[in-house]
């Protein structure tokens, strides 16, 4: 497996300040080219420092993760440790296909944001955000999604995979197996193959 | 000559278990030789505790593995706890003829893929075992039904299997503990089955899991099942049968039993003057050391073509094809199942009803065609073996939508999706074969197995058919969103590998006999896959143990009168 590309640079928000300088030259050195707003500081949505993404891009998972599985009764997915997972499985998991098509997905969501707001993805208001992921996911489950000859098929692609991990980090959680929905490690003999759904409850987690 | 033991076992898996347990029992000294690791029941391998947030990945595995030709078409299999018991292909290579394909599965460790199987278990029926002389595919069966089932018996008794009484002769009811039951929507499913199509069934899967387990069962530590599905992880409960929670712990009770692990057979040595075996040749599995071992019998049970493998390689001045392969048999009338395509569908009218705990076990509808109902324009068939559900969660991720509305319609379980599929049979054919590859060889200095085997018209046929029953049966049942699915599988990828070394009355045409005795050599006897002129189209494990059980207590009886 190719050794994750580290982020050297962000870990927390003071320490992203103090190295912010190195952190240009060291971007514009990588390969392929990385999203303009690497260089900026990004917004602090959760206090994490992430191991393969760049501190803007896994801030903007950890903003489009909570956005898709917020805070409501029960814990949302920042709680969950989604961004963690993630940013784990891009190392553990990924193939660099997918890595990639997962980087470019936060990308082309920054790209949207732009251009309808002229500003990136986490800076903008609440209803900007959510009109955005709008019309980002409009783009990326539409029905030219799949046209592979559309320079964004594979940003479009890695949303659709990004966003199943993203399901798949909350409903693996804790909080999402025991909080959000239930699940049970040893059921026992008693448990019954058919039950009414009023006195199961709610749906299991796994 | 001095032997060290009565009788040898090469392989620890489902078959080997079972030979080892009977012969133990009956008060031979057994040795059992597993070419692969130690595994400990219950030991550090076992991950079956984990919660779900404790699994590396939550249970994903990394993509470039399953890209990996080892796993690449049995991904349906492959989770990140068991990935570790599959052997690799680049551990244990094989070759194929140019334009095939063969998928070999293979566990080497102790247990074998017992600790790997989806546990269902169906007999095979009188019509399975006519099927050959009937139709004149294959090398005709030399028992019948009758000869088989106590031994059946006899290993329902011991395994334990989950099942529900059915009265269908193909598919022949046993003595079965609690069944697990249906679900809402498949018992939708049935009731629409049974009024629509009239002698088309749907029974419970039956599976080797304890839901009432008896004293000998409770004595050997096995506990009831906790309906987890953590199967592939290793049971601590010892729910599910394998080798290494039941059948090699009864034999070791007896006292009778040693067991060496990480130590391959090479071959049979065999004594041209008594006509019989002598024993074994090892090579170690690391060190490659070599070592002779001697017993009055040798049981193969390797896995149908890991015992091929064994016999093909036991060349002698007497036997230079091999032993048993004077008449160029050994190796021939390979078969696996195929997997019919089927269809996909949306239950409703049971949206109040769900379930709790995850059974290990689905639905079984049994083969139907060219029994009650002709097939068009093939021989023999397919049964259904499906499970239903109602989705998860996950289903919003692959639609657009977001949010604390979206978050809570999850809290609803999905729509209730049945998926049915299946398997058939392939017709045994002896141009359906496995040699040994002339010149490359493993690290063990064994030559290559080298596979030649493909599915024919007949087969391609049945699967067409059991994909228009699939939709046929769905509609019934007022399914809605239906949508075919599967396709036919390259060979072996159903892991119901047989034949190579078939059983049958005329030794030109068969290796062994109705006994599992080898032909050529009467106190070697071949137990699994292998020796099956045909395999149905039920799941085969069930057959290959109340075999191998059946032929170990004739051992031990011609033994005993000095017949061998
Ligand atoms: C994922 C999966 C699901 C399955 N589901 C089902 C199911 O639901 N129902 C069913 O009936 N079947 C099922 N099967 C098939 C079932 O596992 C096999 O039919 C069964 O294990 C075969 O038993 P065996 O003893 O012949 O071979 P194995 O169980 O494979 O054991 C053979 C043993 O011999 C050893 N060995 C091989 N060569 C040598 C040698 N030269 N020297 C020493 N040792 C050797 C191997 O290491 C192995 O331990 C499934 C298999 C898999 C992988």
Redesign the interface.
Known sequence: ?TAPIKNRFASTRRSFLSRSSVAIVGVLALPGGLAGCSSKIPPMIVDATPVNLTAWRFQTLAQLSE????T?DTP?AITAGVPQ?ID??LA????PE?RKSFEAALDMLDNVASKAHGAEFIELGDGAQ?ST??AY??A??GKDAYDKTDADAAAKAGY?GL???????Y????VG?TQ??Q???????N????????E?G????? | MAEDFDVIVVGSGMSGGWAAKELCERGLKVLVIERGRHIEHGGPEYTDMLQPWERENYGLIPEELMDHPTWATVDYAITPDNLKWFTRFEDAPYTVEDGTKFVWVRAHNLGGRSLLWWRQTYRMGPEDFEANAKDGHGVPWPIGYDDMKPWYDHVDRFAGIAGSQAGIPNVPDGIFQKSFGLTAAEKVLKEKLEENFPGRRLIDGRCAHLTQPTEEQTALGRGVCQKRLHCNRGCTFGAFFSSVSATLPAAQATGNLTVISDTVVSEIIYNAETQKAEGVRTVHSETRAGAEYRAKAVFLCASAFGSVHVLLNSQSEAMPNGLGNGHDRVGRYITDHIVGKGARGTILGVDDRYYEGRRPTGFYIPRFRNLSEPGDGYLRGGAFQSNSRRLGPDRLANQPGFGAQNKHAAREPGSWTIDLGGFGEMLPRADNRVTLNPTRKDKWGLPLLHFDVSVSDNEHKMGEQMSDDAVAILEAAGAVNIERTGRINEPGDRIHEMGGAVMGDDPTKAVTNKFSQLHAAKNVFITDGSAFPSGGCQNPSISFMAMTARAANNCADMLAEGAI
């Open positions: 497996m956005m898709i599985l917020p409501t949302g997972y784990g499985l553990s998991w990924a193939k997918t959510v992921l709008e996911e409009a990326c489950f659709r966003k199943r991990v993203i399901y798949r980090g409903y693996h959680s804790e197996c959000e929905l699940y049970e490690l040893n059921p026992g003999p448990a019954r193959i058919d039950a009414p759904l009023s199961v709610r749906s299991w987690a796994l």
